[in-house]
């Protein structure tokens, strides 16, 4: 959904503009737990931080593994090993190594046996021996007459399967290795195109918070970076609780809107919205197709954009951050070389200011300069003197797994 919703909406859109003869009329989309921009979606490791599966210190190396990532799709490699380790490293350790067992992929509220059959979703195994004829496993939730699937193939006329020697199966091997290429691709552009058309058609992205591998950190990474014309505006929107049944002391969940780009996050759900929260999925349908998607109910009146950062960590938005490295500029550094590189970007940020004049936007472009430029001369200084112990803090924190490929079924 997250790939094709966007590049079909695109391409009508773009017949309707150039005046084909058939016209369609697009009002808006919803799309689930979406992959659509997997650069700053396949990490999994701030999201699984929430939920309490990693540390700061492996969170911080595996943002080290993100850039080797992006580096990788910049290239045109989309299908990079160091992509999905970085969701399956952090699920295949989520227990430890000694486990048999790990959190699911789709709800870290679930654990799933490593080298056992993937149980998610619930009765997928039902619906495949319904429309496949497969034998059911023990542990199937239901039972089924599996001779009955000839029979449900006439009916919905799908016996050419059969005659081609096909299948069915909930997420088969072939369609997803012939697909393989496209994981790393992005369709950004194509929403961007979507959401600046002069029609103006609604986009809903939802995400249950209990989902890893889409997860709504990422989801809202990308969103955050949509090259729109609005996209300022929305980065800085009110954020709102979305109480759709006014009544109950429960939120469904929150919201962040800006004209026709919306962003919900789902309380109690997973990869699967209407599985887990029916009556809520149903909701979020009926208000964007009755209420133009206008899901905010109770703002939050928070600051949604610092005037700068925290003081005692002033340029750790532009610091690599291996583990027990942390940003050269926090106060809570505990080695020389990192206190020595504290001491200098505080002394530039200090006196930078007298020396860059009154413009206010120089003074700030100026000293963002001056701090890039001491840091990265630090970082390269302490990566030559300590190259060899920042490894090992990697290695301690993050053990590395043969990488899994992605599961089929969110392509």
């Known amino acids: 959904a997250g790939k ?77 090993d160091v992509c999905f380790a970085l969701q399956d490293d952090v699920i295949d350790e989520s227990f430890g190594t000694s486990s048999k067992f790990r959190v699911s992929s789709y709800d870290v509220r679930l654990s799933e046996n490593k080298k056992g059959d993937r149980r998610f979703p619930k009765g997928h195994k039902v619906t495949e021996g319904y429309l496949g004829g497969w034998d059911l496993p023990n542990w199937a939730e239901g039972t089924l007459d599996t001779s009955v699937w000839n029979d449900v193939l006439e009916i919905i006329h799908a016996t050419a399967a059969t005659e081609a020697g096909l299948t069915y199966c909930e997420c088969t091997d072939p369609p997803y290795d012939a697909l393989a290429d496209e994981d790393g691709k992005s369709v950004v552009t194509e929403i961007a ?19 890893l591998i889409c997860n709504h950190v990422g989801t809202e990474k990308a969103l955050e970076n949509i090259p729109w014309d609005g996209r300022d505006t929305w980065l800085n929107a009110l954020r709102s609780a979305w109480l759709p049944f006014p ?48 899901y905010a109910s109770s703002q939050q009146k928070l600051t949604e954009k610092a005037d700068k950062p925290p003081s005692s960590c002033t340029a750790c938005e ?19 070389p990192s206190r020595e590189c504290a001491a200098a970007v505080q002394k530039a940020l200090s006196s930078g200011g007298n020396a860059v004049g009154s413009n206010p936007s120089t003074a700030i472009g100026a000293l963002i300069l001056v701090a890039g430029l001491i840091v990265y001369a630090c970082v390269i200084a302490r990566q030559q003197n300590n190259s060899h112990h920042a490894m090992e803090a990697v290695e301690d924190h993050v053990e590395l797994q043969p990488p899994r490929y992605r599961d089929e079924s969110e392509l």
């Open 318 to 336: 532009i610091c690599p951050a291996p583990p027990r490295l942390h940003c050269p500029t926090c106060d809570f550094l505990d080695d020389t």
């Open 4 to 80: 094709y919703i966007p590049s079909m909406m695109s391409y009508i859109l773009n017949k309707n503009r150039q005046g084909a003869p058939l016209q369609i009329p697009l009002a808006g989309a919803a799309i689930g737990n979406g992959w659509f921009d997997p650069a700053h979606q396949y990490s999994a490791a701030e999201a699984a931080y929430g939920h309490g599966l990693l540390d700061r210190a492996q969170v911080n190396a595996m943002a080290v593994k993100e850039q080797a990532c992006q580096t990788e799709l910049a290239q045109g490699n989309y299908d990079a």
């Open 247 to 294: 009544n109950r002391p429960q939120a469904a969940g929150f919201v962040k809107e800006f004209e026709t780009l919306i962003f919900v996050k789902i309380l109690n759900a997973g990869h699967m919205v209407p599985m887990d929260v029916p009556e809520i999925a149903l909701e979020l349908i009926r208000t964007l197709l009755f209420k133009g998607g206008n």
């Open 193 to 211: 195109s979507v959401l600046q058309d002069p029609s103006r058609p609604a986009l809903v992205f939802f995400t249950g918070v209990e989902d």
